[in-house]
């Protein structure tokens, strides 16, 4: 009798079924929180740190975002003693050498931490004078093929050592996107006299006239039937502001208001036959 009461009585207080998944679940989440809280604690200088030292050593290094400062591997971190097998181990990874690095200005420019970056000017490996009548001597060495294009984007060649400055050559290099800086900056450390004021006048006329005229969109030319047609659109208060006129039957407008400019053509009773942009 006395063991049926207690068996009914541990019965009794054993936890029901729904409560016992409850506690298991429990027990399991506790259980994976501290493996995830010890794993984060080893792995941390294991594995996380060192692919850290990977990627600035391999990758962010040899782009020249950082300098770097390496000793030899062996000694230089002792925290991988405690790691099972590791004991024989003189460096865990040929990172553990990497001991300091430095932020490049290339590398503050591309993480944003400044906003131009200019690359230091190479020392050319020829010497030259700038002569007052705009033209270039080649006194030693030879050109490179990169400094002989970018001469012979503002100058002629006119022997093997001098080459003269052309204005015409000049103008179409700066419209295709050629920066005068560069010519300038190249003359400057390949001379060591001062520029003379004819040829900053030059560089300086051709960096301006150059860059006179910007191109700010496309547009369409359309020819009325008549010219009382046209002066009516143009002074018209919505097409008006559309369009501009340009000679006697002649309105420019804009390629993208082409269609608010029709809505306006068809509420003064004209239209417009369909066309291609070319």
């Not at 290094?61 to 099972?84: C, F, K, S, T």
């Not at 996107?177 to 900056?185: C, D, K, P, T, W």
């Amino acid at each position: 009798m006395t063991r049926s009461l207690g068996r009914r009585r541990r019965a009794s207080q054993a936890p029901k079924p729904e409560n016992r998944g409850q506690a298991k679940r429990h027990n399991r989440r506790r259980l994976a929180s501290r493996i995830s809280c010890n794993r984060c604690s080893v792995d941390w200088n294991i594995l996380q740190e060192r692919y850290l030292l990977c990627l600035l050593f391999e990758y962010a290094a040899p782009l020249g975002m950082i300098d770097v400062a390496y000793e030899h591997p062996a000694a230089a971190r002792n925290d991988y003693r405690g790691q099972w097998g590791a004991d024989d181990l003189n460096f865990l990874s040929r990172y553990d050498g990497l001991r300091y690095f430095r932020l490049t200005p290339l590398g503050a420019f591309i993480l944003g931490r400044s906003e131009t970056h200019e690359p230091p000017p190479a020392k050319p490996d020829v010497s030259l004078t700038v002569l007052p009548k705009r033209q270039i001597r080649i006194d030693h060495g030879a050109l490179s093929p990169n400094e002989v294009l970018l001469l012979a984007g503002f100058a002629d060649q006119e022997t093997a050592q001098l080459w003269s400055l052309n204005e015409t050559k000049a103008l179409q290099s700066v419209e295709q996107g050629v920066r005068v800086a560069e010519l300038r900056a190249f003359l400057r450390v390949c001379d060591p006299q001062p520029l003379p004021e004819a040829v900053e006048a030059f560089l300086l006329s051709a960096e301006q006239r150059g860059a006179a005229c910007v191109c700010k969109g496309s547009c369409l030319l359309i020819e009325c039937l008549s010219p009382p047609i046209a002066e009516g659109i143009a002074r018209d208060d919505r097409a008006g502001k559309l369009c501009q006129r340009i000679g006697d039957r002649g309105l420019v407008i804009p390629v993208d208001q082409e269609k608010s400019f029709r809505d306006a053509l068809n509420a003064l009773g004209f239209g417009m036959p369909a066309f291609k942009v070319m």
